[in-house]
């Protein structure tokens, strides 16, 4: 599959190349520029990005191991396909774990953990849509902590990331009318109140509330797609 146009060539960068091959990838495959089900090689990777055949295999089996690609035997991959069970799978684990964590820091923070709650909430509104999904994204960890550990962190870190192809498809964020961005806004201002007060159980109720009607909205476009 020739994959020209898709992905960016990373050359003379600054950090290391299998970060930035990693991200780069990532990239195309959360935004749908590598479509699932979608079969490429690792020489086209490393031709179009200009880099040996080395990072692109650590980076894919990073990628891997987040649930965005599946490695063939061969010198291939492809992005992992999309499917209801996966999504609800992934959102399976995160009332798992991700709702206890929040419960448990729920009004633990102290001013400086407040702030930058309140800053990654502005964020996720923020016109430019990286900045406002990297908002969002820090928003929804920063609830978990100061609760979560190193190893919460990776679980979820993976879980998130897997989420976010999936959420793509429903908030589009290159697509969003400023109604639409401020419900987004106030569906988030909810969790935020509820993190300021010791109340565990008012918090696992907000986030549980929030990621179902989420996972809903998403399991609806996906079973759409499937049908067809």
């Known amino acids: 599959m020739a ?13 290391s190349t299998v ?5 780069e990838i990532r990239r195309a495959v959360l935004t749908g520029a590598l479509a699932p089900g979608a079969n490429f090689s690792i020489r086209d990777l490393a031709t179009q990005l200009g880099v040996s055949h ?17 490695l063939r035997q061969a010198r291939s991959a492809s992005v992992a396909p999309l499917s209801s069970s996966d999504l609800q799978a ?13 419960g448990a820091s729920a009004g633990r923070r102290d001013e400086q953990q407040l702030a930058r709650l309140d800053e990654l909430l502005e964020l996720s509104r923020h016109a430019d849509p990286d900045i406002a999904w990297q908002g969002h994204y ?4 920063a609830l978990v902590h100061p609760a ?12 998130w990331t897997a989420a976010e192809r999936y959420t793509h498809l429903v908030f589009d964020p290159t697509q969003i009318s400023e109604a639409e961005r401020a419900r987004r806004y106030e569906t988030h201002r909810v969790l935020r109140d509820a993190a300021l007060v010791e109340d565990p159980e008012t918090m696992v ?11 809903e909205r998403i399991l609806e476009q996906i079973t759409a797609l499937e049908q067809h």
Do not use: C, K
């Open 205 to 215: 109720q907000e986030l549980r509330r929030h990621l179902r009607a989420n996972e």
């Open 90 to 102: 992934i959102y399976r684990l995160r009332y798992v774990i991700e709702l206890p964590l929040a």
């Open 138 to 141: 820090d928003f929804h960890a």
């Open 148 to 159: 979560a550990n190193e190893w919460d962190d990776r679980v979820l870190q993976t879980l």
């Open 54 to 70: 080395i990072p692109i295999r650590e980076a894919l089996r990073r990628l891997e191991s987040q649930g965005l690609v599946i």
């Open 3 to 15: 994959i020209e146009m898709q992905l960016r060539s990373v050359v003379g960068a600054n950090p």
């Open 19 to 23: 970060d930035l091959v990693t991200a």
